[in-house]
């Protein structure tokens, strides 16, 4: 499968189908009552309906599903996303419905996961730029480690009105844009999670009439991570690569989460800490926070491009990319600092 042509029909599809679908999914959860009812941990204001991101998953899904059944997409690629995908979006649908302990969501997100990369064949080496490592197993088992944070860190960051999606729309584009060369059946997946992510972003977008709730966080989460492991194995893009497409949403969760961990605190207990929250606590709209997560995307989908056809300079692109994020976030940290324990408030808020 190649040809702009091609990914242009995906894409078309793709975001008509989504949009089309949110409106679906809303009218369901406005009937069934699935609500997200604002409290002092809340960042919005009004009851909200939540699940949106069904419509996400089922085009997704679909898409995958059609395009291996046809043969543009290999097997064992269609089988691993669409699998481990459908895992860990059933169990963020009940979650979203009436709620799932969060020991039972990661054992979930574990074995979606391991499904994921035993299907991808093993990952037993990491591309660090011109050059190679290989860690035998201990290379699986990273791998899994890096989907199940994936698929978690995403939740984590769906805590304001667009940001989830517009990171998934920028995300997606940008490693279709490297992997249409490379590979194109992953650039037709990446093209699929764009596109229906930019189909569900009119609903979600500040003040959202709906939220993606964590069917869609957890999903997108993982296919970006079983993305980034499919294409490390198949030698299309570094799985590296990946990691400074999602900067952001990497150093924001990553550095939260070992401040939280080292103060003491429970890592998957509802919280406001992260730097994107803070910025919205200090005055910035969410519309605003999500328009710099696109402009710092954008300059990250540069760096990667220059590393992608300089394979050398990956590493310097990497350490580059940690050094503006981690700048980024001690700006917000002095301008508006992650509270004490004392002073501490949570955020059940889902977009």
């Keep these: 499968m190649s040809g702009a042509t091609v990914y242009i029909r995906i894409a078309v599809t793709a975001l008509a189908g989504a949009l089309g679908l949110t409106a679906l999914v809303r009218r369901y959860a406005l009937a069934r009552s699935v609500i997200d009812v604002p409290n002092e941990r809340s960042s919005h204001a009004i009851p909200t309906p939540r699940g949106g991101g069904a419509a ?28 481990g995908g459908t895992m860990v979006a059933a169990v963020g649908w009940i979650d979203d419905r009436r709620g799932v302990p969060s020991r039972v ?26 050059d190679r490592v290989y860690l035998g197993l201990a290379g699986s088992v990273l791998a899994i480690a890096a989907v199940i944070w ?75 991570g079983g993305l980034a492991a499919a294409s490390e194995i198949t030698e299309a893009l570094p799985a590296l690569v990946w990691v400074v497409i999602l900067g952001v949403f990497f150093a924001d969760a990553t550095i939260t989460l070992v401040r939280r961990m080292v103060r003491g605190d429970r890592w998957h207990s509802a919280h406001r800490d992260h730097a994107y929250q803070r910025a919205v606590q200090s005055g910035w709209p969410h519309s605003r926070v999500c328009l ?8 990250l989908g540069v760096g990667v491009w220059w590393a992608v056809r300089n394979p050398e300079l990956l590493p310097p692109v990497l350490t580059t990319a940690g050094l503006m994020l981690g700048t980024l976030y001690l700006i917000i940290e002095l301008r508006r600092p992650m509270p004490t324990a004392e002073k501490r408030v949570g955020s059940g808020t889902r977009t």
Excluded at 60 to 82: K, N, R, Y
Excluded at 109 to 118: E, F, K, M, R
Excluded at 292 to 299: C, I, P, S, T
């Design 292 to 299: 710099v997560v696109v402009g710092l995307n954008l300059a």
């Design 150 to 224: 994936s698929t978690n860190l995403y939740n984590f960051m769906d805590g304001i009105d667009g940001l989830a999606a517009v990171e998934a729309v920028t995300t997606g584009l940008i490693a279709a844009t490297l992997l249409a060369p490379r590979s194109p059946a992953l650039a037709a997946v990446s093209v699929l999670v764009g596109a229906s992510a930019a189909g569900f972003l009119p609903w979600n977008w500040s003040p959202a009439r709906i939220f993606m709730g964590d069917i869609g966080s957890g999903f997108l989460g993982f296919i970006l």
């Design 56 to 83: 996400i998953v089922a085009v997704v899904l679909a898409g995958i599903a059609g395009l291996t059944w046809s043969g543009s997409i290999p097997l064992a690629i269609g089988v691993a996303l669409g699998g």
């Design 105 to 130: 969501r990661f054992l979930i997100h574990v074995l979606a996961s391991t499904w994921a990369i035993a299907w991808l064949g093993g990952m037993p080496f990491v591309t660090t730029g011109a």
